[in-house]
């Protein structure tokens, strides 16, 4: 088979419909060959290609015969070098790190691995086994799609509200979904899907990760996959397992057609994004891409002992941020996914990982400088979980502008007030107000708060409220894997329970969380399922379970269709109302030549709350009035912004406690609009009169104003 120079840009297989263009980058390596398959089930090469130029450490080659659907990958020469940080192994098939397919998956055998798996020296033995009849191979595809006038919802982050989703979890046992479609790109794009995320009142559709990943082996020797998804190994091909077809081509249409679809719907797209490390482990793990490409640029190395990884991730090893070629691949999958896969934004696993220069966590580090300046990246949404498992990694508070953030101290702070812990009502306040102290002493506004109670990682909502302690023994670790700081409060009964008393209070804590989280300042983020009562039997790590433990159960019950229905109107509730959605801070204003604040904090007697009240430890019961006329702001067309008044009133003691409603102008009244404990309440109450605020419980009420007819009949 003939093969031209080509040209060493852009990297990946690229099609410009007469051949396909090859470029792969490896600075030590001597040769690298290109490797061509037949069809998935081919147990070797039918052409192995040396490519012909090397460019600027960059090899490639143009092949006029090659089309889309051709399986490739890569085999590289050089030395094999462990204590020196080298791993070339010209007996292993790599897949290509642009691959935009995946032709063929992982089959794992001993042939993955670079060394003699059992050697006692590990991997400083060589291993010859010839893995080509199970390496994963990328396919060569076509970027051409129609997609029809595709307009991005590009909604305000103030306006957002995330819905954190699995694309299978969320679909497969879902009975308005077509059966062919469930678990798929496909289902999550179906009518059925569309009008549940309608009838929620949710934004923003954030998908666990949809990059190509492997199952370790470990779970894979055990009959479990690793369903999540956090264990990448192609960071621009779409993972053809939540494909409806699993051909590449149609797996990666599939793709955008969803996307297409969602933006139709006005729902935007955030991918859960993995870029800290690969799924191809420390100096025991496989030779699968990147490692046997040129470990040493991909990777970060220990200093003085290049055999082993720097591991920040606690899976192994960390992408080696501080290499151009890796950032390079790097910024390059992400420009991929919004400009040829039209996503809105990323949600950033473990990013202080990539923000990691010589050692430390740089907020001036090149990675976060290189997204700043970029015309494209700088243009979606960017979220980071600011944490890793390294020194200094929790870096809350910390990301610079334009960077939203997990905000992680305020899941802890609402957990602890609803349990009920004293010393929590000044920060429960700060959280409720938009972590002030976290976010705006650089320039940030209250939506670089990402608010959330739960998500994937740790308990549902139900299972928050319904166990003292994790169930993880599905997952045949013994129920020593998941994270213990995730127990939340003293519930009773664990599990279920027939308990009338035990299941009214895990109804309303649901709700007091849930609405805590839609009426706090910041963009809160739903985890999928919660809203009606998603149950994993206390599994707060279900990373492996692809079962019915993480499959949402779409039969309700009548209890659980009217926590359902709260949700809704809580969320319909959050969308009316523009004092929840403000994009600035509070502050104190004038109007009308007289100082008004914008939020006032009131003890149960209606006055307001002293330096003393707030240091008090059994401070558990406030409330909080947010002046409407304060939100003064222009909207995005000019249009000024001003919203109702409203009292939130909370109660985390084991107690009902009559609040007494504050003062208020002779022609207004106090609407209650919300209880996360009583069903219904009176149309009007009045100043001074006592809310019959019930234990472990929360209100909302709204100022509204009397017509002129009915003042004299109230003198």
Same mark, same amino acid.
């Given at each position: ?44 090469? /039918? ?27 890569y085999?590289?020469? &050089? !030395? ?8 070339? %192994? ?5 897949l290509d790190?642009? +691959? ?7 089959? *794992?055998?001993? +042939? ?30 076509? %970027? ?58 949710? @934004? ?34 779409p993972?053809? &397992? ?20 969602l933006?139709? %719907? ?14 191809? =482990? ?6 699968? /891409? ?13 200093? %003085? ?30 420009r ?6 039209h ?8 990013a ?17 400088? $290189? ?18 498992? =390294? ?6 508070g ?28 000044s ?6 107000? =938009? ?10 506004r ?18 928050l409220?319904s ?18 700081h ?64 993480? *499959?949402?159960? *779409? ?15 809580? $969320? #319909? ?30 003890t ?5 709350? @002293?330096?003393?009240? *707030?240091h ?39 107690? !009902? ?21 009583i069903?219904?309440q ?19 009420? #709204? ?13």
């Amino acid at each position: 088979m003939r093969i031209w120079p080509g040209r060493p840009s852009p990297l990946g297989a690229t099609w410009d419909g007469k051949g396909v263009n090859f470029a792969v980058f490896s600075e030590r390596a001597t040769q690298i060959d290109l490797c061509l398959f037949d069809s998935p089930t081919a147990v070797r090469e /039918s052409y192995r290609i040396p490519l012909p130029e090397q460019t600027d450490q960059v090899w490639h080659g143009y092949l006029p015969d090659a089309r889309p659907g051709q399986l490739y990958g890569y085999r590289a020469h &050089g !030395p094999y070098q462990p204590q020196k940080g080298n791993r070339f %192994n010209a007996n292993k098939v790599l897949l290509d790190p642009y +691959a935009k397919a995946i032709g063929r998956d992982l089959a *794992w055998t001993d +042939a993955a691995f670079g060394y003699k798996i059992g050697d006692p020296a590990n991997d400083l033995s060589f291993d010859e086994q010839d893995n080509a009849a199970t390496a994963p191979l990328g396919a060569v595809i076509s %970027n051409a799609f129609r997609w029809m006038g595709d307009e991005r919802p590009k909604v305000p982050w103030h306006k957002t509200i995330i819905y954190e989703v699995h694309v299978k979890g969320f679909t497969f046992k879902s009975p308005w979904i077509p059966r062919d479609h469930r678990g798929t790109y496909e289902g999550l794009a179906s009518e059925g899907a569309l009008r549940h995320l309608r009838s929620l009142g949710v @934004t923003t559709i954030e998908l666990l990760p949809v990059h190509h990943h492997i199952d370790e082996r470990f779970l894979f020797d055990k009959g479990r996959k690793n369903y999540w998804g956090y264990n990448t190994l192609g960071f621009f091909a779409p993972d053809v &397992g939540l494909a409806s077809d699993s051909q590449p081509q149609a797996a990666v249409n599939e793709f955008k057609r969803m996307v297409r679809t969602l933006h139709r %719907n006005g729902f935007e797209v955030i991918l859960d994004v993995v870029y800290n490390h690969t799924s191809e =482990g420390n100096h025991l793990g496989p030779t699968l /891409s990147m490692k046997g490409l040129d470990n040493a640029a991909y990777y970060r190395l220990v200093h %003085n002992d290049p055999r082993h990884y720097m591991d920040y991730t606690g899976c192994g090893n960390t992408l080696n941020m501080q290499s151009p070629r890796a950032l390079q691949l790097v910024m390059d999958s992400l420009r991929y996914w919004v400009q040829e896969m039209h996503v809105d934004g990323f949600r950033f696993d473990l990013a202080a990982a990539l923000a990691r220069e010589a050692h430390d966590v740089d907020r001036l580090g090149g990675f976060l400088d $290189i997204i700043h300046q970029d015309p494209i990246l700088s243009q979606v949404k960017l979220i980071a979980e600011p944490w890793d498992v =390294g020194p200094g990694g929790y870096q809350v508070g910390n990301f610079p502008v334009l960077w939203t953030e997990w905000n992680g101290k305020y899941r802890d702070c609402v957990r602890r007030f609803w349990r009920g812990d004293g010393h929590t009502a000044s920060e429960f306040a700060t959280r409720l107000c =938009g972590s002030s102290d976290l976010y705006k002493h650089n320039g940030r506004r209250p939506y670089a708060s990402i608010n959330f109670v739960t998500s994937h990682d740790g308990f549902t909502l139900q299972d928050l409220v319904s166990y003292n302690h994790k169930h993880n023994e599905a997952n045949g670790q013994n129920n020593e894997d998941g994270d213990n700081h995730n127990i939340s409060w003293n519930c009773g009964a664990e599990g279920a329970t027939l308990d009338p008393a035990v299941l009214e209070m895990r109804e309303r804590q649901k709700k007091n969380f849930m609405a805590t989280l839609l009426f706090s300042q910041g963009v809160p983020m739903i985890r999928s399922g919660d809203e009606f009562s998603q149950s994993q039997g206390g599994n707060n790590n279900a990373y492996c379970q692809d079962s019915p433990i993480s *499959w949402l159960r *779409w039969k309700l019950t009548d209890r659980e269709t009217s926590y359902f229905e709260f949700v809704q109107k809580a $969320i #319909k509730f959050w969308s009316e109302q523009p004092v929840l959605q403000r994009r600035q801070f509070f502050q104190g204003r004038a109007i009308r030549g007289e100082a008004v604040r914008d939020v006032v904090w009131l003890t149960p007697l209606g006055v307001e709350m @002293t330096d003393s009240d *707030w240091h008090k430890h059994y401070t558990r019961c406030l409330g909080m009035r947010m002046e409407g006329q304060m939100v003064d702001e222009i909207d995005e067309r000019g249009k000024h912004i001003t919203g109702d008044t409203l009292l939130i009133l909370f109660n985390s003691h084991n107690e !009902p406690i009559p609040f007494r409603l504050p003062p208020h102008a002779p022609n207004e009244y106090w609407h209650p609009e919300l209880d996360t404990a009583i069903e219904s309440q009176k149309s009007r109450m009045y100043a001074d009169e006592p809310y019959p605020l019930q234990a472990n419980s929360m209100a909302v009420l #709204k100022l509204g104003r009397l017509k002129r007819s009915i003042l004299p009949m109230l003198v």
